[in-house]
T-cell receptor, first 110, second 119 residues
Framework: QSVLTQPPSASGTPGQRVTISCSGS????????VFWYQQLPGTAPKLLIH???QRPSGVPDRFSGSKSGTFASLAISGLRSEDEAEYYC???????????FGGGTKLTVL | QVQLQESGPGLVKPSDTLSLTCNVS??????????WSWIRQPPGKGLEWIGY???????HYNPSLKSRVTISLDTSKNQFSLKLSSVTASDTAVYYC???????????WGQGTLATVSS
């Protein structure tokens, strides 16, 4: 059972906007930055969003992140077939003194 | 840009110790700006943080694994290592080494290495 809660699946059609939610606690999301990762099958997680809403260089601006209280979300606009992947949220947890992760959301592009 | 690369045996026998090494290039494990960490992912499942080591040698482990985990640093080789003792089939996973800013999740990951526990 993961510390951060994500829906197990999400879907959309090409061109649509989809959002993936991530719920935590006061000791995790409530007091620390949220990161988002994209994981394609057989590969390592790739950093998509850091510090709640910052994109590393090379990540398209179709990807955006937000945070409010103990909740965070990832939005993907202009959905493309290559966005089909597993998405994970993560945040530092003050109780653990380490990072905690969501269980992952499998995004399907219909 | 920092790069991390895991290495180690792909097959470990039950009750033995799993040993993995992470080679770091493009950055120094002696840097005081980062934690160097291990994270694992069982097949078809999510991510679990194992622990980290700081340049000073200070370590911090996930309480769920603490009794079996040792993370160490070799600054001369710019590497850090993981030892997980008394392994069982439930320790079968892809093991990733990663870099973290203190109090941030990882920003850089290795490609991962599959460690299978089986006789």
């Amino acid at each position: 059972q993961s510390v951060l809660t994500q829906p197990p699946s999400a879907s959309g059609t090409p061109g649509q906007r989809v959002t993936i939610s991530c719920s935590g606690s006061s000791s995790s999301i409530g007091s620390n930055y949220v990161f988002w990762y994209q994981q394609l099958p057989g590969t390592a997680p790739k950093l998509l969003i850091h510090r709640n809403n910052q994109r590393p260089s090379g990540v398209p601006d179709r990807f955006s992140g937000s945070k409010s209280g103990t909740f965070a979300s990832l939005a993907i606009s202009g959905l493309r077939s290559e966005d089909e992947a597993e998405y994970y949220c993560a945040a530092w947890d003050d109780s653990l003194s380490g990072p905690v992760f969501g269980g992952g959301t499998k995004l399907t592009v219909l | 840009q920092v790069q991390l690369q895991e290495s180690g045996p792909g097959l470990v026998k039950p009750s033995d110790t799993l040993s993995l090494t992470c080679n770091v290039s493009g950055g120094s494990v002696s840097s005081g700006n980062y934690y160097w960490s291990w994270i694992r992912q069982p097949p078809g499942k999510g991510l679990e943080w194992i622990g980290y080591i700081y340049h000073s040698g200070i370590t911090h482990y996930n309480p769920s694994l603490k009794s079996r985990v040792t993370i160490s640093l070799d600054t001369s080789k710019n590497q850090f290592s993981l030892k997980l003792s008394s392994v069982t089939a439930s320790d079968t996973a892809v093991y990733y080494c990663a870099r973290e800013h203190p109090t941030w999740p990882p920003d850089s990951w290795g490609q991962g290495t599959l460690a299978t526990v089986s006789s």
